[in-house]
């Protein structure tokens, strides 16, 4: 068992002191890590890797990072031969490692910490993190002049990738915090000695501001009727209702102050009340024209732009599928994957534009997604921009329904394609399939164009396809039960 603290530890016990304890004394009780998650650390390590390559000869601390000891000691060893930009420097002062991605000598013998981060905005917990490094740089000796934030340039097209990255001097933002880490370190320090898990209760923390790996242990048996799912409540409400120990909507008080739709919120929970708005739904669905399409996009997203012509983060189409429903009830399906490592899109276009008809509406879940696709592919492939732009105009957006028509107190807080089927067709399910949401479909693909195994791959393809197609079934099956209500 760890009985120090680390960077990341250091920032667990900021976001929640019980997680910071489970981390070092009960780690398994921890979720696995995830596809996408995993895919999200990949692409960190990557988005590091580049960013060293902007500074030149610099020195990596090679030693294997689990002999935290040794990468102190090659670091210290470094420093004192006179290396003036080092990679991955380890150091150890009051009880705490961190690793600082890049350290860079300055003229007058002090240091400027570069933090990388594979985003594309600035965020207040990279402040802490930075707070942190500074704290045990300057206890280990070094004058730390700058602290500094490498992110990601949205504004980069690849190919040239020479303005990949940003960096803005965050040395003010970090002063401000640095008064506190002391007494944080010396609070963590005592948390990880501690021989029970602390009693802390769940509440906005657990996923604020990362998703806390813990959440299935301590929200086990609690469900949604939590005040934390209130709309619109706001975090310094939502926690001060934790520290007086109301958690279930049960124990609010009658005379809480609400605005009349949180109220509602809490009838619909509380009574199990189904709420349906048959007069709006009509009117939506009278707007429908056939054939009615079905459609869903899969897409693939990443820090470091791969495809000609377009930039960090940009959402790349690699998939659809097309569920087209005729007047007599007829339905077909149509779909695309691609499978190699080449440019997904104009294949894909050419395929969408051959499915969809010229007439007709085309009914997604949350539009501005697919609108967003449609309408970037528009731009990209000017020679079919016709086709796209009619079919961006022509989304009929299911879930609209679920957000002004039908409310019901098993959807939670969430008007989900996830949250709403299960409970409206219990007999469809994503459970038994291999692939069950969508960030988990672009790890699975990005690992599917990277295989050269025959079997593994196709089977990896047939996952996609039948999550994909779950989609658009899900939509067809809800929209045929939408018909039905009177
Ligand atoms: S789930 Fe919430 S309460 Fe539990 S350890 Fe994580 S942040 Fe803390």
């Known amino acids: 068992m760890a009985t120090h603290l680390s960077k990341s530890k250091y920032l667990s016990g900021l976001q929640c002191e019980k997680r910071l ?26 988005v590091g890797i580049l960013a060293r390559s902007r500074f030149g000869e610099g020195y990596l601390i090679n030693t294997d990072r689990l002999k935290i000891y040794e990468c102190v000691k090659e670091t210290r060893d470094a420093i004192a031969r006179g290396e003036s930009i080092i990679f991955e420097a380890t150091f150890f002062y009051d009880n705490t490692f961190v690793m600082a991605d890049i350290i860079r000598k300055n003229d007058d013998d002090s240091w400027d910490i570069i933090e990388v981060k594979s985003a594309a905005h600035l965020k207040d917990e990279y402040i802490a993190d930075l707070a942190a490094q500074r704290y045990v740089l300057e206890g280990s000796g070094l004058e730390i002049k700058r602290t500094l934030i490498m992110y990601i340039n949205r504004e980069c097209v690849h190919p040239d990738l020479s303005n990949l990255f940003v960096i803005e001097d965050v040395t003010d933002k970090v002063d401000n915090m640095i008064g506190k880490v002391s007494g944080n ?7 990880i000695m501690l021989k029970n898990e602390p009693e802390i209760l769940i ?3 657990c996923n604020d501001p990362y998703a806390c790996p813990f959440i299935e242990y301590c ?6 009727r939590t005040v934390f799912g209130i709309p619109r409540l706001d975090n310094d409400r939502k926690l001060e209702l934790r520290d007086r120990g109301i958690i279930l909507l049960e124990q609010l008080p009658n005379d809480y102050p609400l605005t009349q739709n949180q109220c509602k919120y809490i009838e619909w929970v509380l009574n199990g009340k189904i709420e349906i708005d048959y007069k709006g739904i009509r009117k939506k669905l009278s707007k429908l024209e056939y054939p009615i399409h079905f459609l869903d996009f899969e897409t693939d997203s990443s820090a470091i732009p791969r495809l000609n012509g377009t930039r960090p983060f940009e959402k790349i189409p690699f998939q659809y599928s097309c569920h087209v429903m005729q007047e007599n009830g007829e339905i077909e399906h149509f779909e695309y994957l691609h499978s190699d490592l080449t440019d997904p899109r104009l294949p894909l276009v050419e395929s969408l534009i051959n499915c969809i008809k010229e ?5 997604v879940y949350y539009a501005p997604f697919e609108r967003d696709v ?6 990209a492939f000017s020679g079919h921009a016709p086709q796209l732009n009619s079919i961006a105009e022509r989304l009929w957006d299911q879930l609209d329904i679920f957000k002004r028509h039908y409310k019901h107190p098993d959807f939670g807080n969430s008007n989900s394609l996830k949250s709403v089927l299960p409970v409206l067709i219990p007999e469809l399910s994503y459970e038994d399939l291999a692939v069950k949401e969508g960030n988990q479909a672009q790890s699975v693909w990005n690992l599917m164009i990277r295989t050269e195994g025959k079997e593994e791959k196709n089977q990896m393809i047939q996952d996609l396809k039948d999550y994909c197609k779950m989609d658009t079934l899900a939509m067809v099956e809800i929209h045929n039960l939408l018909k039905k209500l009177n």
């Open 374 to 379: 449609l309408t970037s592919l528009a731009r």
């Open 203 to 205: 509440g906005p923390q």
């Open 185 to 191: 370190v010396n609070k963590f320090n005592n948390v």
């Open 21 to 46: 304890w489970l981390e070092i004394n009960d780690p398994d009780k921890a979720s696995d890590t995830t596809e996408s998650q995993q895919r999200l650390f990949d692409q960190g390590k990557e």
């Open 219 to 224: 929200w086990q048996g609690i469900g949604n």
């Open 359 to 363: 007439s007709g509406s085309i009914i």
